[in-house]
């Protein structure tokens, strides 16, 4: 097959004078490489498309690829992250990872929980601020835990998002509000273990690979999984494999939430326990980020003692499954068809 590869690359919004905080979770060249090397690996060809005005111009032109490995974030609204699948889905173009619905749904950490929990999933309460005049109608017993209701990486997540009390509430609320410009989602508060779980496949096929404990240094940030500890991680995190009851439990967990949302080919459910041990879910991540050595899944993945060219082989494998090979249109049968 040819691949083309979609993805934001963080040195290009840099250049473009967006900060460090708003391309967080853009990919370094090195993801690119190893993506790339590990795609042409599995025996397929590949070609860099880029981010999305990259694919506009590249399609207005006439290319067309059989798959498309898409990575690519987006940099604008809640429905960022759907705007490549949907537009290659107008194309009739074959891709990787969860459709534009699911990827606009679970971008909104709020809209994910209601889901999850209709279908029985364990997650703590919650509430969506939209504006400060909320703030006063969230009811929530403390401690709470509060974070932009659609970022990834950590981002607006602090020692402060720790909340004691409704006046700590009240800062901590306008100030994200402000800087991020969207909802903030209030929970409760899960005192205890913190898991991801990785998973790939597609519905019946869908499987964990494993339940990773995300343990914080001494010299990390306490309490959260912060956006500086992600970004340092290598120094202040300790990511263990683990097999325990409890991590099994999330593997159970993540597994529900994963079916119930729809999500395809891999990624990742993040889980807490609460006060009383039971595990809960607490979000999605069905864009996955793929560096090698930095990202979660597949340092997951490598701690499970398998190599980075087989979990990029099981994604592809699963999104062809899924499409089915008869409906992968090739370029020239689409030239041919138009």
Same mark, same amino acid.
């Given at each position: 097959?040819?691949?083309?590869?979609?993805?934001?690359?963080?040195?290009?919004?840099? !250049?473009?004078?967006? @900060? *460090?905080?708003?391309? /967080?979770?853009?990919?370094? #060249?090195?993801?690119?490489? =190893?993506?790339?090397? $590990?795609?042409?690996?599995?025996?397929?060809?590949?070609?860099?498309?880029?981010?999305?005005?990259?694919?506009?111009?590249?399609?207005?032109?006439?290319?067309?690829?059989?798959?498309?490995?898409?990575?690519?974030?987006?940099?604008?609204?809640?429905?960022?992250?759907?705007?490549?699948?949907?537009?290659?889905?107008?194309?009739?173009?074959?891709?990787?990872?969860?459709?534009?619905?699911?990827?606009?749904?679970?971008?909104?950490?709020?809209?994910?929980?209601?889901?999850?929990?209709?279908?029985?999933?364990?997650?703590?309460?919650? !509430?969506?601020?939209? @504006? *400060?005049?909320?703030? /006063?109608?969230?009811?929530? #017993?403390?401690?709470?835990? =509060?974070?932009?209701? $659609?970022?990834?990486?950590?981002?607006?997540?602090?020692?402060?998002?720790?909340?004691?009390?409704?006046?700590?509430?009240?800062?901590?609320?306008?100030?994200?509000?402000?800087?991020?410009?969207?909802?903030?989602?209030?929970?409760?508060?899960?005192?205890?273990?913190?898991?991801?779980?990785?998973?790939?496949?597609?519905?019946?096929?869908?499987?964990?690979?494993?339940?990773?404990?995300?343990?914080?240094?001494?010299?990390?940030?306490?309490?959260?999984?912060?956006?500086?500890?992600?970004?340092?991680?290598?120094?202040?995190?300790?990511?263990?494999?683990?097999?325990?009851?409890?991590?099994?439990?999330?593997?159970?967990?993540?597994?529900?939430?994963?079916?119930?949302?729809?999500?395809?080919?891999?990624?990742?459910?993040?889980?807490?326990?609460?006060?009383?041990?039971?595990?809960?879910?607490?979000?999605?991540?069905?864009?996955?980020?793929?560096?090698?050595?930095?990202?979660?899944?597949?340092?997951?993945?490598?701690?499970?003692?398998?190599?980075?060219?087989?979990?990029?082989?099981?994604?592809?494998?699963?999104?062809?499954?899924?499409?089915?090979?008869?409906?992968?249109?090739?370029?020239?049968?689409?030239?041919?068809?138009?």
């Amino acid at each position: 097959m040819l691949v083309g590869i979609t993805y934001d690359l963080r040195s290009d919004y840099l !250049a473009e004078g967006y @900060s *460090e905080e708003e391309t /967080a979770e853009f990919d370094s #060249p090195a993801t690119i490489q =190893a993506l790339d090397d $590990a795609i042409s690996a599995i025996g397929h060809r590949t070609v860099r498309i880029g981010n999305i005005r990259r694919m506009v111009e590249r399609l207005s032109r006439g290319e067309g690829w059989d798959l498309v490995f898409n990575i690519a974030e987006g940099l604008n609204g809640v429905g960022r992250e759907a705007q490549v699948p949907a537009i290659l889905d107008a194309y009739g173009i074959a891709y990787t990872f969860s459709d534009p619905v699911i990827m606009g749904l679970t971008l909104h950490k709020g809209l994910t929980k209601r889901v999850v929990r209709d279908c029985g999933v364990p997650t703590p309460d919650f !509430a969506v601020v939209e @504006s *400060e005049a909320d703030i /006063a109608r969230v009811g929530l #017993p403390y401690p709470l835990f =509060a974070k932009p209701v $659609a970022e990834g990486t950590g981002k607006g997540i602090t020692p402060a998002s720790l909340i004691a009390d409704r006046r700590q509430l009240r800062g901590v609320c306008r100030d994200l509000l402000k800087r991020f410009d969207q909802p903030v989602l209030v929970e409760t508060f899960l005192p205890g273990r913190e898991f991801t779980v990785g998973i790939v496949g597609t519905g019946d096929r869908a499987e964990t690979i494993g339940a990773l404990e995300v343990i914080l240094k001494d010299n990390a940030e306490q309490g959260v999984y912060s956006y500086i500890n992600k970004e340092e991680c290598e120094e202040r995190v300790i990511y263990k494999l683990v097999d325990d009851a409890l991590a099994r439990e999330a593997g159970m967990v993540a597994l529900s939430a994963w079916r119930a949302l729809g999500c395809r080919d891999g990624g990742r459910i993040d889980l807490r326990t609460d006060a009383a041990g039971r595990v809960n879910f607490i979000e999605v991540n069905p864009l996955a980020g793929l560096h090698p050595a930095h990202s979660d899944l597949p340092i997951l993945w490598r701690q499970a003692g398998r190599d980075y060219v087989d979990l990029i082989r099981r994604i592809v494998e699963s999104a062809a499954t899924r499409i089915g090979t008869g409906r992968i249109r090739h370029p020239a049968q689409r030239v041919a068809a138009e």
